[in-house]
């Protein structure tokens, strides 16, 4: 039952083919280049990118998965949160071909999608759900920073998240301090590579506060002083690796110490992580060894589903028409402001 699934809530416009919990075709339209000499999204500019983009993605989408609009059963979109003018594009075409269709449609929330993408790895969860394990999950992106309980199968408890900016935000913002392009966070990982994280000493904003709450914009303040003090930094390719592997390290270090910390308390004995920063290198390796030393499984998603795309909602949607079996959305309007675990789902 091939479902056919549509994510625009930002600046990448996706249409996915999923079929019993497997990604027939996951194409990405990314407007990177677009939004870069600005520094960052501009939201007239991505609704307008989305709406040239979303009906060839989506032609190349069922071409590359072997499929027709007529043998598409079901159809999906992301819903909330995210851009309004993005995610009006994307979830109003997609709630008009399941019309035209005459198939269910299903909106669903773009961080429970990011979460549900962790399942993706290996073999699909198993129809009743048998093997989904009660875990900690990290949901880390551009946009969101947040620590969720989940419970037996897809019931949510929002744990903490961030009180100012996200961490992929300050990735960002503190790689535009330095010159580099939007958005930064890969660029970063790549220069860290070859940095040393011990060179400077930059603040672990919450680090020992005992809740789940991050911060962000603390850190990205202390590198604009670092910067206004210390300007010939930039000029130097060695000094320029070892900042980026320093502010890399403060940021991941909250991240994993925070995140081990909450799977501990709630005597969890899993975590699972996703979102565009999870494509962070150290962030991965270290993951794994903090939940290798703390006898914890680890489910990180791929890093080619860390990023928004429609792979990830379209295997949350299947799910979720398997379960309710239901046309929940058919009338629905976007939901820009939905936060994960404020709902009974
Ligand atoms: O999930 P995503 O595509 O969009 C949102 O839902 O926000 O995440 C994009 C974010 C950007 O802030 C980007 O800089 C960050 O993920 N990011 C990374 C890396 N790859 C993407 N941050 C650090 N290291 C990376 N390798
Ligand atoms: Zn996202």
Known sequence: MPLLAFETSCDETSAAVVD????????????????????????????????????????????QAATSPEQIQAVAATQGPG??????????????????????FLGVNHHEAHLYSSWARGTPPTADFSDFEANVSLVVSGGHTMLVHVRDGLSYQLLGATV???????????????????????EIDRLAEHGNSSAYAFPRPML??????????GLKTSVRYFLRDHPEVLGDVQRVHNLCASVQAAIVEVLVTKTIRAATRLGLHCITASGGVTCNRALRRQLA??????????????????????????????RKLLQAGANASAGADIAPEWVLGSIAI
């Open 83 to 104: 851009l309004p003018s993005a995610l009006m594009v994307g979830f109003k075409a997609a709630q008009a071909m399941a019309f035209v269709l005459r198939r269910p």
């Open 20 to 63: 019993q919990g497997r990604i027939l075709a996951n194409v990405i339209s990314s407007q990177i280049p677009i939004h870069a000499e600005y520094g960052g999204v501009v939201p007239e500019l991505a609704a307008r990118e989305h709406l040239r983009n979303l009906i060839p993605v989506a032609q190349t989408a069922m071409r």
């Open 208 to 217: 020992h506060e005992p809740h789940d709450d991050f911060s962000f914009s």
């Open 289 to 318: 060894a903090a939940c290798e030393r703390s006898g914890l499984k680890l489910r990180l998603a791929e890093a080619s589903l860390c990023t928004d795309n429609a792979g990830m909602v379209g295997l949350l949607a299947e």
């Open 164 to 186: 100012d900016d996200a961490a992929g935000e300050c990735f960002d913002k503190i790689g535009k301090l330095m010159g580099l392009l939007y958005p930064a966070g890969p």
